[in-house]
């Protein structure tokens, strides 16, 4: 099953694997930067490396296996599950989304 995730920019999916952690790469659809900008670069954008984050991200939940969330501009960081739907629900948690981003709001 492919889940489809909406999250801000300076939100960050990550899985923990066997053999250490895969920062997703996102795709982004919005900016109102005036200039491109590398969106995988946490030092010039947030002023964090991706080693930081992942030292952040074995102190919560002992770094088991499953998927994270890492708020980079905020310097957050939250374990979801083993599932991927678990990241939507945990970004909802936070007051991100709605459950169908589809749908209008009147």
Known sequence: MNTIV?????YRIIERVSNGWLFKKGELFHTTLPF??????????????KQQVAVELCK?????????????????????????????????????GREDPTIAIN
Do not use: W
């Not at 909406?6 to 300076?10: A, G, I, L, Q």
């Not at 770094?63 to 960081?77: H, I, Q, T």
């Not at 739907?85 to 007051?95: A, F, P, Q, R, S």
């Open 36 to 49: 491109a900008v590398d969106m995988s670069d946490f030092e010039l954008l947030y002023g964090i490396s």
């Open 60 to 96: 919560i939940n002992s770094g088991k296996a499953g998927y994270y969330l890492a708020d980079l501009r905020n310097k957050k960081y939250y374990y979801c599950g083993t599932e991927p739907v678990e990241v939507k629900g945990k970004l909802l948690d936070l007051g991100i």
């Open 6 to 10: 909406y999250h801000p920019d300076y």
